[in-house]
């Protein structure tokens, strides 16, 4: 349990590391705006760009990628004045604590990273340092803020039991009940999006293929298209919910059909249960071009003014630097720097 002595805080980010997808907007960002207005939170929300460039980013696409990707947080609903939003690099207190947790962290933590191992693959001795210490940095940004609650999808579970490890640890080693146990939110109909080409693989922004994922600057045809070709088996959906045990490709689009449309698996099955896919997915398109349709206006409506956009970054990490500068203050005096 956190130690009530935390202010309730949310903290979470994303890589600016190409478009938004779906699996983004649902996993993560939606829940974002859910947790802003449900009130009780302080909401902080990052574009992590020193995560970005763990892999190999061109300088002129992280730049465009970095404004697209506040343009769709504020697009989603996030508001600027309500949430803390702004980039990383912005707030040196990340990389600073980053480092000291790097000297907590423990190599053998770090090697079993699941995603170390698929981004890295057999070739780690040419990985990036960086991306080793990945979720060192990852465990910094929520506890530089003594942030309390990260929504994320399901893939960034592990990383966030690392941040617990790593906050114990420090806790630990130097006798003191500092950083919070932060607890993960990963709620909803879909904390893991799965690819449109192939039922077992999340859908990714790094996935070659571009017909595998909705991306939220798709216009209605391209999402249309992407939904009426995505991956299915020959039969009708079931009745039941139980019933898409085994079906991994009907299984993701009911999620995303119940999660666009605010409901649970079962009340949404309640609904298209039985339903053949001809006419199930074109249903399931007209929703998501409902729903998204609305948001990419709004971001390419944004992205004519990148001002503005760096305005809204710059005040977010003045903010932000207010919060994290005195827990890393502390930090350095816990550790024994002399100020
Ligand atoms: P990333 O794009 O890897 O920085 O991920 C940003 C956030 O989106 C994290 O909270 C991820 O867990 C979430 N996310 C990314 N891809 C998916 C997906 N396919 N399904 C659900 N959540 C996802
Ligand atoms: N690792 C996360 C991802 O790839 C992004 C991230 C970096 C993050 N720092 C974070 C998410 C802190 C939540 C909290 O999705």
Not at 9 to 29: C, D, E, W
Not at 144 to 153: D, E, F, L, M, S
Not at 193 to 203: F, Q, T, Y
Not at 284 to 305: F, N
């Amino acid at each position: 349990m956190t130690a009530p002595h935390f202010t309730p805080r949310v903290f979470s980010g994303i890589q600016p590391s190409g478009g938004l997808t779906l699996g983004n907007y649902l996993g993560a960002i939606r829940r974002f705006v859910e947790m802003q207005d449900r009130g009780g939170f302080e909401t902080i929300y990052c574009m992590v760009d020193l995560h970005a460039i763990t892999v190999w980013q061109d300088p002129e696409a992280l730049r465009k990628n970095t404004r697209e990707l506040c343009a769709g947080f504020i697009a989603a609903g996030i508001d600027p004045e309500k949430s803390i939003l702004f980039n990383q690099s912005q707030v040196p207190e990340h990389a600073q604590l980053g480092w000291i947790f790097n000297c907590v962290a423990r190599m053998g933590w770090m090697a079993r990273m699941t995603q170390w191992k698929d981004k890295a693959g057999k070739n780690s001795e040419n990985a990036s340092l960086g991306l080793f210490a990945y979720p060192a940095l990852m465990a910094a940004d929520i506890l530089v803020y003594h942030a309390t609650h990260v929504p994320v999808g399901e893939d960034q579970k592990q990383h966030l039991e690392l941040t617990r490890d790593i906050a114990a640890k420090f806790n630990h080693d130097y006798g003191v009940d500092f950083f919070p146990l932060t607890e993960p939110v990963i709620e909803g109909a879909a904390t893991r999006v799965m690819s449109l080409r192939d039922g077992s693989k999340k859908m990714s922004k790094s996935d070659p293929s571009d017909m595998s994922r909705i991306n939220m600057t798709d216009d209605a045809d391209a999402i249309a298209k992407k939904i009426r070709k995505a991956k299915t088996d020959p039969e009708p959906l079931p009745e039941t919910a139980e019933g898409l045990a085994d079906r991994p490709e009907a299984r993701n689009l009911v999620n995303i059909y119940a999660a666009l449309s605010d409901l649970t698996v079962e009340q949404a099955m309640a609904q298209v249960g039985g339903q053949q896919f001809g006419q199930f997915k074109p249903m399931l398109a007209d929703l998501a071009v409902e729903k998204l349709a609305p948001i990419s206006g709004e971001m390419a409506r944004l992205m004519e003014a990148p001002d503005e956009i760096d305005a809204i970054l710059a005040r977010g990490a003045e903010r932000a630097r207010e919060l994290a500068s005195p827990i890393l203050q502390r930090t350095y005096e816990i550790v024994g720097m002399v100020r």
